[in-house]
């Protein structure tokens, strides 16, 4: 419990080091609410980051001192001030969903700047995929194998009323757009693909003649290259009580070589890798892995012995995570926006980056949304007419 409190009160409270000369600067479009945690925080922590300007829009992208742009803006906006920051010649740190449609995502990532020499650095920022414990759960799965996921997220009902901007439609609200795109990436990620289709999406609204397209919930049911199925369950209506986001993947049985069974039987293994936590996991989280053995005799395919063998992880670190990124930087009280600061830090100075989001994923990202809210009967979200 005191290791708990410790990280968490740090997570908010971080030591501030020493500043670098060569660091990037950062600009903040409008003063939205999610800027503090996922940008102002993690800033004070890293050596290479200072917060420069939080200010209106044009003077943000014409002042020669900024070197990146955090667009926190409305989804509706997302395309059109990323295309002026990218056009403004500032590496941009988009807060996610990236864009509104796949229409829009392949407009902006595919921009000609984009291609050119010293072209600024564009991110999605799915900031939970750049924490170690979502790459130690990675680690335990086999995506060839992988036959079902389920994941969930939900945000407490008090949070997000009719006026919330979660609930306007106009501005790319939904709880799809703004909860499930989490669950979305974390499914591709999970596959190591793109779904093929969309089998189901059920939703519900305030059918109310306001809020009749923004979705307060939803289920969604994915059909993947491999055949397996990936779910995603989200609600702007959950309990008080927090409950954790969960990602639960279930793989196909395969056989395990022993040698040192008779040739009469054979050894096979079901794997279940769950993590609970995979949006707040500086917080908490927890990794956990059945293995279900059998074996069976190869003639009847009766089970001769069964048993389970279950493991418990957590990687705050990734020291901790081990693997191939066991030298990477950070501290157990790092969020995930502070290590996707990190990778964002290494990109612009063109240093190695062990993980991350390129625009095709992005791109990947909105056409897997279009897909789900076209299934549902909500259609799209709104596109800007902005180029």
């Not at 917060?51 to 020669?64: E, F, G, N, S, T």
């Amino acid at each position: 419990m005191i290791s708990l409190l410790t990280r968490v009160y740090t997570s908010f409270v971080p030591p501030t080091p020493e500043k670098k000369s060569d660091v990037v600067r950062f600009g903040i479009l409008g003063s939205a609410q999610t800027a503090p945690l996922s940008l102002i925080l993690p800033a004070k922590s890293h050596p290479e980051v200072v917060l420069q300007a939080v200010a209106a829009r044009d003077h943000i992208l014409d002042d020669p001192k900024i070197d990146a742009i955090y667009i926190p803006l409305p989804n509706s906006l997302h395309m059109e001030w990323a295309v002026r920051s990218i056009r403004a010649g500032k590496h941009v740190l988009l807060e996610k969903p990236s864009v509104s449609t796949a229409a829009e995502a392949e407009i902006l990532f595919n921009m000609p700047e984009l291609s050119l020499p010293n072209a600024p650095v564009v991110l999605e920022g799915f900031h939970n995929r750049f924490h170690p414990a979502v790459h130690l759960f990675k680690s335990f799965i086999t995506p060839a194998d992988v036959v079902h996921v389920h994941t969930e997220a939900m945000v407490p009902w008090l949070m997000v009323n009719k006026d919330n901007i979660g609930l306007n439609y106009s501005l790319g609200g939904g709880c799809m757009m703004m909860l499930g795109t989490y669950n979305f990436t974390i499914l591709r990620m999970i596959f190591n693909a793109a779904p093929e289709e969309c089998l189901a999406c059920d939703t519900h609204v305030h059918a109310d003649g306001i809020h009749d397209k923004c979705d307060y919930d939803f289920t969604a049911k994915f059909r993947f290259p491999n055949g397996g199925i990936g779910e995603a369950t989200n609600t702007f209506q959950g309990p008080l009580i927090w409950k954790p986001s969960t990602a639960r993947v279930t793989h196909k049985e395969t056989v395990v070589l022993d040698k040192s069974l008779p040739a009469t039987e054979e050894k096979m293994l079901t794997r279940e890798v769950t993590l609970h936590g995979f949006m707040n996991a500086v917080i908490w989280h927890r990794i956990d892995v059945k293995d279900s053995f059998v074996i069976r005799s190869k003639a009847d395919g009766k089970p001769i012995r069964k048993w389970v063998d279950s493991k418990s992880h957590k990687a705050y670190t990734y020291k901790e995570a081990v693997g191939e990124f066991a030298d990477l930087p950070g501290e157990d009280w790092w969020m995930s926006f502070r290590y996707e600061l990190e990778e964002f830090v290494n990109k612009v100075k063109g240093r190695k980056t062990q993980f991350w989001i390129p625009g095709e994923d992005s791109i990947e990202g909105m056409k897997m949304l279009d897909m789900a809210y076209e299934k549902s009967g909500l259609g799209l979200r709104p596109t800007s007419t902005f180029r």
